[in-house]
């Protein structure tokens, strides 16, 4: 646990801390590849929360991960299951099994009874929403809190920006049920105008590469340290022939040599020469395996480098620690400066 105080914060994120049953309630979102046992471990032995990443690995390995956070901390601790993995039920099987007291369901919409399955173990059950029409299904189907999510972030993301959702969802929903904000957070002092929008905690991804704890090979990090917010962008799509879901990463020659593949493929099929759905399992394939070949291997090129624009705001490594004290001592501070102007 970082040692700091939180006399300001305390007044206004009691609901996340106790949902989360943590100190601090910043969660490290899931990153496929990225949160691992290590750094989800890291996270929660500073007060502060994550979730295992699920992508899709086999549920035999999802229970070894479970397992070996639980040998690195006692604290608690999620998984994030993604609904749209073809290994998805067999995760939440194993989530529900291994009595983990939060799941997080992201990816697209949850069916209702896979909620309610997830509340039944006994687990705080939060889900995305990345348009105020997912939130509002998800409070209907009963979940205990929401991530806001908005286009900014890393990863596979929504069709709105998070100011937006702020407006839609955050003002309207968070009497209701804690909402957490995801996507463009990476500093103390943004928490604490989040804290007084009445958000209950926030959600961090970028940030979280960026510390020792990371397993993410140090080329990815050195991408990250350089790039500025405007590098992480959403993959192009130029057809509705051709539906590409979109993901924020930052640009490199795997962005290139994947949009001169959608023109390619478009020429042929405005040719003749393809069929549509030829075309799509080859737009489809392209990205496979290239977040690991980034995370892991360190191909900086080719593979993908999933980044929230917040990455402009990130360009030190630290522990994980100092990075928990930081975020806290900055938004307490920002607290008690607006305390005084009031
Ligand atoms: C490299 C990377 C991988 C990610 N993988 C996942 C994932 O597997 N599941 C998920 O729900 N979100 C994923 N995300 C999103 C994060 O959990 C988090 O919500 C997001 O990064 C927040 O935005 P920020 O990057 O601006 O902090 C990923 C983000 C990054 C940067």
Known sequence: MVDASTAHLDKFWQRGKALLGVQYPIMCGAMTWVSEPRLVAAVCNAGAFASLACGNMP???????????????????????ITVAPNYLAHLEMAVQAQLPVIVFAGSMPREQEIEKAKASGAQVLAFASTDALAKRMVRYG???????????GGHVGPVVGPILWQ?????????VPVFIAGGVATGKMMAHLLLMGASGVQLGTR??????CVAHPNFKEEFRRAQARDAV????????????????LKNKGTLTFAKLQLELLQKLDAGEMEREAAQ?????F???????AVIEGDVEHGSLMAGQTVGL??????????VKELIGDAERELERIARTL
């Open 59 to 81: 549920p035999d390995e999802l229970a070894r991960q479970v397992a070996h956070t639980r040998t690195l901390t006692d604290k608690p601790f999620a998984v994030n299951l």
């Open 143 to 153: 979940v205990d809190g929401l991530i806001l999510e908005g286009m900014e972030a």
């Open 168 to 176: 839609q969802i955050l003002f309207q929903f968070s009497e209701r």
């Open 208 to 213: 979280f590469v960026m510390t020792d704890e």
């Open 234 to 249: 959403t993959s192009p799509q130029f057809d509705s022939r051709l539906p590409v879901i979109p993901v924020r990463a």
């Open 281 to 285: 399992m080859e737009v489809e394939r």
């Open 287 to 293: 990205w496979i395996g290239a977040l690991r070949h």
């Open 314 to 323: 990130v360009d030190e490594i630290m522990p994980v620690a100092l990075l």
